[in-house]
């Protein structure tokens, strides 16, 4: 095994969160889906939502669009769907959009997050419905191939807002919205728009271009962090190149990878790692940086 791919593994076997090294597991050991299936049981709730810090910076047990956000990815990275949490997680969400009465667009979070441990940032501006989280779901939902009514209503909300003269200013947004657009049936809208998503998100705050740039920010490599992505193709192979080298150069001596933002508690810090140091072994293997057979 390579010796860095290796010390990636020993982080998350010593600091990882279970999720994570079950996700390992099944990423690189041949591990069946259904054990990261068990563990995002452990975060539903019986809304149908998910919760219980699934997503590291808030500590609240209460469902939120963004937990069953992250629950939809880890099953997309595990390639299973479960159809019983799945439903359930619709129809949380179908709920959550009539209370928000914004036509089928759901919030990150609500109020409830405000009495438990959380990061700074997730503030007021989280409690508003919109592309992100929306885009991102329908996109995730999509791409597990679920049905139900909502996603339709909720896809007909993102075109509406994408069909508008200007785009999210926001990377964070932007990015929901390129998933939801990789995943769409509507290929060929959503193969003139994602020019268009381009354009913005390389001038949107929080985007990252500059792979010497050390603050927090999203790269190129969130949006195509595999070499077979589908918008790989929206940035100069040398981009790409260079924001392989930096990931490459930001592994710690611990094994694992580090975070440019404060959470809200060392345990949070931890699962955080475990995260992205998952996510920068999935991508550097990918593009073939790493080999974890040798």
């Not at 159809?83 to 969400?93: F, I, N, Q, R």
């Not at 508690?265 to 931890?270: D, E, F, K, V, Y």
């Amino acid at each position: 095994m390579n010796d860095r791919f290796a010390a990636g593994r020993k982080f998350l076997l010593h600091q990882g969160r279970l999720l994570e090294r079950r996700l390992f597991a099944t990423c690189f050991e041949g591990a069946p889906g259904n054990g990261v299936v068990d563990v995002l049981r452990g975060y539903a709730n019986d809304d149908g939502g998910f919760g219980h810090g699934l997503e590291p910076d808030k500590r609240c047990p209460a469902s939120l669009p963004i937990d069953v956000e992250v629950a939809l990815q880890a099953m997309t990275a595990a390639q299973t769907v479960d159809p019983s949490l799945v439903h359930g997680a619709c129809e949380y969400l179908a709920k959550v959009a009539a209370d928000a009465d914004c036509r089928a667009a759901v919030p990150l979070a609500f109020p409830a997050i405000e009495a438990y441990p959380r990061a700074a940032h997730w503030t007021e501006w989280t409690y508003q419905p919109g592309l992100n989280p929306t885009a991102g779901i329908v996109g995730l939902l999509y791409r597990l191939r679920v049905n139900h009514p909502w996603i339709p209503a909720a896809a007909r909300y993102c075109w509406e807002q994408l069909d508008k003269a200007d785009l999210p200013t926001d990377a964070h947004a932007l990015s929901e919205v390129l998933v939801f657009l990789e995943h769409t049936p509507e290929r060929d809208r959503a193969g003139s728009m994602a020019a268009k998503v381009r354009e913005s998100l390389v001038e949107a705050s929080w985007f990252r271009l500059d792979p010497d740039d050390t603050g927090y920010g999203l790269s190129p490599l969130t949006v195509a962090p595999f070499a077979d992505s589908l918008w790989r193709s929206l940035f100069a192979d040398e981009v790409i190149q260079a924001h392989l080298d930096r990931m490459e150069r930001d592994q710690q001596a611990d094994g694992g990878w580090p975070i440019a933002w404060e959470p809200p508690s060392q345990a949070a810090l931890l699962e955080w790692r475990g995260i992205v140091t998952l996510q920068s072994l999935r991508t550097l293997v990918s593009f073939d940086r790493l080999d974890p057979r040798r």
